[in-house]
């Protein structure tokens, strides 16, 4: 439930225009203070997760400052609190702003790196899926304590491809 109220947050203009380029590639249309309450309830439904990714961010200029909602501000400071040790090593951020830029455009990164993974399956795929997950059920909620079909598709289908781009790697070494 969203909190009442909206916040700022400054950016630096590399980081706002690198967000908003991200913006109009995964939500054509939509402001970039829509797009981080989307991606924000995203993360906490664990539909993917926010991996460290390297770039280098041009922290120049002058700081513009973009309005979103508070819920989403105050995410963004527990996130900080959580990785600021991190991010201040990797990035060599200094305070919340950089951080909340830089994490912002992690963000976006990693929907990128789930969006390689996305594959579109017609109805007679499902069966040979909903075999597997009648044949690995057992395993899979010992493993990753999963007890659903959508979470062991999600997983089963991630573990393939990941055997695919290593079995590519080592065909073209």
Do not use: C
Request: aromatic letters at 16%; charged letters at 30%; glycine letters at 4%.
């Amino acid at each position: 439930m969203p909190m009442k109220g909206y916040a700022t947050i400054g950016l630096k203009p590399s980081v706002l225009t690198k967000l908003q380029k991200s913006t109009d590639e995964y939500y054509p249309g939509m402001f970039l203070p829509s797009a981080l309450i989307i991606m924000m309830n995203e993360i906490k439904r664990e539909y993917y997760s926010v991996e460290t990714h390297d770039f280098k961010m041009d922290f120049s200029g002058m700081y513009t400052s973009l309005t979103i909602r508070l819920d989403v501000k105050t995410w963004l400071r527990e996130k900080y609190e959580i990785h600021k040790d991190e991010y201040a090593l990797k990035y060599k951020l200094r305070n919340f702003t950089q951080f909340a830029g830089i994490f912002m455009i992690n963000m976006f990164e990693s929907k990128t790196d789930t969006q390689r993974y996305l594959i579109k399956l017609k109805e007679s795929d499902f069966l040979w899926l909903e075999e597997e997950y009648a044949k690995r059920k057992e395993e899979y909620k010992k493993k990753f304590g999963i007890y659903g079909f959508d979470k062991f598709a999600d997983i089963f289908i991630k573990e393939i491809f990941e055997k695919i781009n290593s079995a590519k790697k080592i065909l073209t070494i």
